[in-house]
């Protein structure tokens, strides 16, 4: 089963921020989160992976809290081209990704 | 350069037929990984090899099912008799090393319908 929680659709409008949460109380120290995205028809792709501090690449920022129980997945400028469903996942060794049912995420026009 | 392949894109077999999904990994990925997908859902983890060796089978659903990656290279899942709740996408994907935490480059996936 999936460790992690989020909401099952958000709306965003194009060239705003699109923040979407995600809950993972049981995670454990040396367990890192991961997104991913989806978009119709392709396979996930990877955006980007935290353990304690917040990250930032050229797709994204995440933030982790300080207690690590919850993270926030933040792109900045939504495009029509972001619409997807996104993957909160705690990394399980072993390598295996668990994908949860994700997030559903339209930006409209 | 290249990036995971798998082939057919699309796959439609009667029930009780056996079927062959191949992926190609990127030149070099040590880590390889199956997935499935049905309608609506997420992936679910099949099985994963390492080079050659299948390190991990855990997901495979039913002894229907058999993967291999004979020379640590291509891959590929074989599902003996297939059944209607077989249709499903399924997914390769690959990591460049052994470590539990790179990032997984996946393919466009295989859609098998069963009839």
């Known amino acids: 089963d999936a460790k992690t929680t989020q909401p099952p659709s958000m709306d965003c409008a194009e060239g705003r921020a699109a923040n979407l949460p995600c809950n993972h109380s049981t995670i454990s120290g040396n367990e890192y989160v991961y997104w991913y995205r989806q978009i119709h028809s392709q396979g996930p792709q990877y955006i980007i992976h935290g353990l304690k501090n917040n990250e930032t690449n050229e797709m994204a920022s995440l933030i982790i809290t300080e207690d690590r129980k919850s993270s926030t997945l933040i792109l900045p400028h939504a495009t029509l081209r972001d619409t997807a469903v996104y993957y909160c996942i705690v990394y399980n060794q072993g390598g295996k990704l668990i994908f949860g049912q994700g997030t559903e995420l339209s930006v409209k026009p | 350069g290249a990036g995971v392949s798998q082939s057919p894109r699309y ?105």
């Open chain 2, 11 to 115: 796959k439609v077999a009667k029930r009780g037929q056996d079927v062959a999904l191949r992926c190609d990994p990127i030149s070099g990925h040590v880590s390889l990984f199956w997935y499935q997908q049905a309608l609506g859902q997420g992936p679910e983890f099949l099985t994963y090899f390492q080079n050659e060796a299948q390190l991990d089978k855990s997901g495979l659903p039913s002894d229907r099912f058999f993967a291999e990656r004979p020379e640590g290279s291509v891959s590929t899942l074989k599902i003996q008799r297939t059944q209607q709740e077989d249709s499903a996408v399924y997914l390769c994907a690959s990591s460049s090393s052994g470590s539990s935490y790179n990032e997984q480059f996946f393919g466009p996936g295989t859609r098998l319908t069963v009839l």
